[in-house]
């Protein structure tokens, strides 16, 4: 099995408190998404998140229409939080999401790791659609983020910078 990381870092242009209430409301995951993954959260055992709650997504990739669960599993409010899929297209689906208060708003940084199925054809599949299409999702993400923030709080859009690989 091929494991595989996404590293992202923002900076939001806002204060910790709003930013993380944004990202621990499952809801706004759909905000968040590409309209081409045609998103919907389906269930949520929580409104709002907490250790061990349950998230239920539908989606559309490739015209393939895909259920998705994820847990909690990690979870310190205002400061971190990570799902893990638990029914998924993924073998490994794995998603941090951390935040920290800086001098111009918060930092946000996401740490996905993750493995297809499929062994040789996964990693195949891989190279030439899935991390394309992730790191699209991640850019749309990181914009939608910086649109709603920018307009929130009327000030510049987030930056992103992506660490080294």
């Not at 706004?28 to 709002?48: A, G, H, K, M, S």
């Not at 400061?79 to 029914?87: T, Y």
Request: neutral net charge; aromatic residues 12%.
């Amino acid at each position: 099995m091929g494991s595989h990381v996404i590293h992202r870092v923002q900076l939001i242009p806002a204060d910790i408190e709003s930013v993380f209430r944004f990202f621990e409301s499952p809801r706004n995951l759909e905000e968040i998404t590409p309209p081409w993954l045609r998103f919907e959260v389906v269930d949520t055992t929580d409104e709002e998140m907490r250790l061990g709650t349950e998230i239920e997504y539908r989606l559309t990739w490739q015209r393939i229409p895909l259920r998705w669960r994820s847990r909690i599993a990690e979870y310190e409010p205002g400061v971190s939080f990570a799902d893990e899929m638990i029914r998924g297209p993924y073998v490994r689906w794995y998603h941090r999401h951390h935040f920290r208060p800086v001098d111009d708003g918060v930092e946000m940084e996401d740490i996905v790791e993750y493995a297809l199925p499929f062994g040789p054809l996964g990693r195949l599949t891989h190279a030439a659609v899935v991390r394309r299409q992730l790191d699209a999702i991640f850019d749309f993400r990181r914009e939608a983020v910086a649109r709603r923030f920018a307009v929130a709080r009327s000030r510049p859009p987030a930056v992103e910078r992506r660490p080294p690989a």
